[in-house]
């Protein structure tokens, strides 16, 4: 599966911002999808994923109350909704398709990764 991620920018803090991952190539109801981010100098980090069926959830806790996640599966696509924005949100956000089909932080658990997005939150 082929993933495409967009909507990032330049916003200021306590702004939003909706990110969007497109797939491609495969039906996406059959992936669990995963947003993850990787700051300047730091390690590649869980932010939030969603079951194939979006009946599940899970979010970093850095994020919890300020982002979510959805997915259209018709569309064939993913969002991260962004509510809040802090600096420290700064970072260019990856989506991740998992065949295993959990919600999860690791990284490892995911197939396909799109070429990310980059948001940037000023103070």
């Known amino acids: 599966v082929q993933l495409q991620a967009s909507g990032g920018g330049l916003v200021q803090a306590g702004g939003s911002l909706r990110l969007s991952c497109a797939a491609s190539?495969?039906?996406?109801?059959?992936?669990?999808m995963g947003w993850f981010r990787q700051a300047p100098g730091k390690e590649r980090e869980f932010v939030a994923a969603?079951?194939?069926?979006?009946?599940?959830?899970n979010f970093a806790d850095s994020v919890k109350g300020r982002f979510t996640i959805s997915r259209d599966n018709a569309k064939s696509t993913v969002f991260l909704q962004m509510n809040n924005l802090k600096p420290e949100d700064t970072a260019v956000y990856y989506c991740?398709?998992?065949?295993?089909?959990?919600?999860?932080?690791?990284?490892?658990?995911?197939?396909?990764w799109g070429q990310g997005t980059l948001v940037t939150v000023s103070r």
């Open positions: 991740a398709a998992g065949r295993v089909g959990t919600t999860s932080f690791m990284s490892t658990m995911y197939d396909y």
């Open positions: 969603i079951s194939r069926r979006g009946a599940s959830t």
């Open positions: 190539g495969r039906t996406l109801s059959n992936y669990a």
